[in-house]
């Protein structure tokens, strides 16, 4: 972390890195990963999250965070930004930014909401929309370094709205200890026997792990969507003290 | 200084002669909350104003829609810097309620249901410059934006124009409230840019 | 419950991690606070939390009472940590030679 040297010999952390944009993929139609270059990059956890800035000529600035969508990887950082409609930061990262552009980063922070490979035992993730992005970086970092069980739920609301699809199913073929269930909530693809609808109860006793496995679970997405699926945990027996949880803020519409 | 970052431009800056320093317009009325909405039904709704001596002025919501009201059209600015030009009103003005109350403070600290407060001098509660405002746009104020009833001072930051506001402390000394208390500027004029401590 | 109006805290103390990193040198995301109010020990992370405009205040999980306030102005970064009663944080154990 870069220290500035300020007046009477304090000195004063420099939150702030400059990442520039060396490669982009499209996701969906709305969101799109974003490859990193950050000089120096400390490494960082599955979970945890970056703070994107960005600085207007006027000055002006805006922030807002995006989790690290892959393991550590040298100066390589990796998020996928969700487009938010009226979002001035997303539809800039997601749309506007190139290869060669530079924004500002600070992190890697949140050191609750993460898994570690060392971290035995069976896993439950549930993603509600742009909620996969840390998750994934879990599934990611799993890679050749555990084989702890692993179970994703993931929610969204047409077929279209996957990020990730095709490696997920993949991942999911070719890994025995992984389970990726797909549920939508607005329109099914042909031949999905699962009604269209909200998570519920029933979703995670079918593609969960039952209670007295005592999971791990991860839960991350929209507010409600993030509180109404810890309260299903816990009606469902899970220990409060192993769901954790990742508010990403109202949905949108 | 942040690094600029190409082709960025932040929210469209008008260079409206209308807005205040550093605003822009914008068409919703977005919500800013310190903590979740209270909900109070309107036969628990009291409002009260204190004075420095300790004296209190009480009204129920029957007391105050007995009132004299007034329909205002205001500018209102957060120090978010959002503006939204024109917005419509109804409440009763603090003039009213501070009518009969005997004081010699010079200053104000507005209360609301949910703990929040907000200091400001009295004299800019006074002269038509605020208002218990109990409607917006033709309709009864949602709660989300300060319902049953908000301070309304629209001369000020938004931040002042308190919601769930409960009553008014009037006091001697100026006391910091909730925002003022960690940074934000004890009077909060828009025009001089008055965000923060110090400005 | 209603997505539209506020009812639920928007945000938790994941949102916390960021600004807080600006100053402080250690992890405070897994930090436990005490709540001055309701006596209930919660890791920061679960705060429930409101903001990030004009401020983050960070509030009980139990009793919804303020346990911190947090606002960033363009010279400095306000702190009230006065609805914490004590703040354990984690600290590596010191091992000879390191």
């Known amino acids: ?253 | 200084m942040g690094i600029f970052t190409r082709g960025f431009g932040g929210r469209r800056r008008d260079s409206n002669q209308q807005l205040p320093p550093g605003q822009y317009l914008t068409r919703d009325f977005p919500v800013l909350s310190a903590g979740p909405t209270p909900r109070i039904p309107l036969d628990a709704w009291e409002f009260t104003v204190t004075t420095e001596l300790g004296e209190s002025h009480q009204w129920s919501w029957t007391e105050l829609m007995a009132l004299p009201a007034e329909s205002i059209t205001v500018d209102i600015h957060c120090v978010t810097r959002w503006s939204k030009l024109g917005t419509a009103w109804r409440g009763v003005s603090l003039e009213t309620l501070l009518a009969d109350v005997e004081t010699g403070a010079d200053f104000a600290l507005a209360h609301s249901y949910g703990g929040y407060t907000t200091n400001l001098p009295l004299e800019d509660l006074l002269d038509g410059k605020a208002w218990v405002a109990y409607a917006y746009d033709g309709e009864e104020l949602a709660p989300e934006h300060g319902g049953p009833a908000r301070l309304l001072v629209p001369h000020l930051y938004f931040w002042k124009s308190a919601k769930w506001v409960r009553g008014i402390e009037l006091m001697n000394q100026d006391s910091p409230g909730f925002w003022e208390q960690l940074g934000y500027h004890d009077y909060g004029d828009p025009w001089r840019e008055q965000r923060y401590q110090g400005d | 419950m209603n997505e539209q109006t506020d009812e639920v805290a928007m945000y938790d103390g994941n949102t916390l991690a960021g600004p807080l990193s600006e100053v402080f040198a250690v992890e405070l995301t897994t930090a436990v606070g005490r709540c001055r109010s309701c006596g209930t020990s919660s890791q920061v992370a679960t705060f429930r939390v409101y903001g990030p405009e004009p401020g983050l205040v960070g509030r009980c999980p139990h009793c919804e009472d303020v346990l911190m306030r947090l606002v960033r102005t363009p010279d400095s970064l306000w702190l009230d940590f006065s609805g914490i009663s004590a703040l354990r944080i984690s600290m590596p154990t010191d091992a000879a030679g390191s």
């Open chain 1, 1 to 253: 972390m870069a220290r500035a040297a300020v007046s009477g010999g304090l000195t004063v952390r420099r939150a702030w890195r400059a990442a520039r944009l060396i490669e982009r993929r499209t996701e969906t139609a709305t969101a799109s990963t974003l490859v990193l270059e950050v000089p120096g990059w400390p490494g960082h956890l599955a979970g945890q999250h970056v703070d994107v800035r960005l600085t207007a000529p006027d000055g002006y600035q805006a922030a807002r965070s995006y989790s690290l969508a892959a393991p550590a990887n040298g100066d390589r950082v990796e998020i996928t930004v969700q487009r938010v409609p009226d979002g001035e930061v997303s539809s800039y990262l997601a749309d506007e930014a190139r290869s060669g552009d530079s924004v500002e980063l600070r992190g890697p922070v949140g050191g609750w909401f993460v898994w570690k490979p060392e971290d035995n035992g069976p896993v439950l993730l549930v993603a509600g929309g742009s909620g996969v992005v840390p998750l994934m970086a879990m599934i990611r970092s799993r890679d050749g370094v555990s084989f702890a069980p692993f179970r994703l739920i993931y929610s969204v609301r047409t077929p279209e709205d996957q990020i990730y699809h095709q490696e997920l199913r993949r991942r999911a073929t070719q890994d025995g200890e992984l389970d990726v269930t797909v549920i939508y909530t607005r329109s099914a693809p042909e031949g999905e026997q699962r009604p269209v609808g909200r998570i519920g109860a029933d979703d995670l006793v079918s593609h969960g792990w039952p209670a007295d496995v005592e999971p791990a679970c991860y839960v991350c997405g929209p507010t409600a969507f993030v509180e109404a699926v810890s309260d299903l945990l816990v009606a469902l027996g899970h220990d409060p003290a192993k769901i954790k949880t990742e508010r990403f803020g109202p949905s949108g519409p």
